[in-house]
């Protein structure tokens, strides 16, 4: 048994095909198969079951992944460690946030990595939430910046700071007479949103509970785009509204559209969301993680 036999059944086990998995381990298919084959006979189990359309894991196989994945991530962190005694700040850091996140804290961020940490490369990921908690779990990425609540186990997690989200209009709207909108008025409206799977999406319908609800007088038609940007280009012609969060309106073009922020009151607050840091606590570059802190809350603080 060897840890390269243990990485192939753990992206076999992610992949679920034998072609995908190879590629992404980099040797061909055969190699993948031999060796994944040898490693069911030492073990005298099986833990794919393989049809000519579909690769599924066994009962049993299910738990020697995950203790395969503990295993390898017990080797990453041998290494971490060798490495960490030298010099925490000069071996490569990979980074995830989620796509509501990178595009606005990353050309802040990376500049001012570099300008501490010249030696440390930064891989940069953006996926979603549970995307990237798959990744920091299996050691993928050394640590991600997600909105919160985050809750993983073994994980450690720091805010880094807060921001309000504000409504963005075409210019010529009505509510452009206003000074800020409730939140209980875009359920009359037609509310243009992220699709399935972005947590932002998520927390604009817990600002708005009246969005959810199926028996609401009328309910404004909601529109799905890809990306924030896609979102104000949409309201730019005039298609319909949406909300950002603050750090995604820096570039809006103010001939087309204008924000306006949430009414606050004793009642209700202002919809917001904290943003934080996260990272196995078993991660053993303690002054990468610092410099991470330190450098994305003055980021905002800039």
């Known amino acids: 048994m060897t840890l390269t036999e243990l990485k192939y059944i753990v992206t076999l086990a992610q992949e679920r095909h034998f072609g995908r998995a190879a590629e ?30 579909s690769v599924t894991v066994t009962p049993l196989g299910e738990r020697i992944i995950t203790q395969a994945q503990k295993v390898l991530e017990e080797s990453r962190a041998i ?13 490569p850091l990979k980074l995830g946030a989620i796509f509501t996140i990178g595009p606005y804290l990353f050309p802040h961020l990376v500049p001012q ?26 050691g993928e990425l050394d640590a991600i910046i997600v909105a919160l609540p985050f809750n993983e186990p073994d994980v450690l997690t720091r805010p880094l700071y807060d921001e309000n989200f504000v409504v963005v209009l075409p210019k010529d ?35 708005c509970p009246a969005l959810s609800n199926k028996h609401h007088k009328r309910l404004g038609s909601v529109t799905e785009g890809s990306s924030l940007e896609t979102l104000k280009h949409m309201v730019a012609t005039g298609l319909g509204i949406t909300v950002l969060p603050e750090s995604a309106i820096s570039n809006l073009d103010q001939t087309l559209v204008t924000t306006r922020p949430f009414t606050s009151s004793a009642e209700q607050s202002v919809p917001s969301r904290t943003v934080a840091l996260a990272w196995r606590a078993s991660f053993p570059r303690g002054q990468a993680v610092d410099l991470l802190l330190d450098t994305a809350r003055q980021c905002r603080i800039d």
């Not at 290494?79 to 071996?91: C, F, N």
């Not at 549970?130 to 990744?135: A, I």
Request: charge should be negative; aromatic fraction near 6%.
């Open 79 to 91: 290494k971490e460690i060798a490495s960490a005694g030298k010099d925490q700040l000069s071996t």
């Open 113 to 138: 990595i570099h300008q501490q940490a010249s030696n440390m490369p930064l891989y940069l990921e953006e996926n979603y939430t549970g995307v990237l908690r798959r990744q920091l779990r299996d």
């Open 24 to 53: 992404k381990c980099f040797v061909s298919q055969p190699t993948l198969s031999v060796a994944i084959k040898k490693l069911e006979g030492e073990l005298d189990i099986a833990i794919f079951e393989r049809s000519k359309s």
């Open 173 to 207: 709207h009505a509510w452009c007479q206003q000074d800020s909108i409730d939140p209980n008025q875009l359920v009359d409206e037609d509310l243009l949103m992220l699709g399935q799977g972005h947590c932002f999406r998520d927390q604009v319908f817990e600002a």
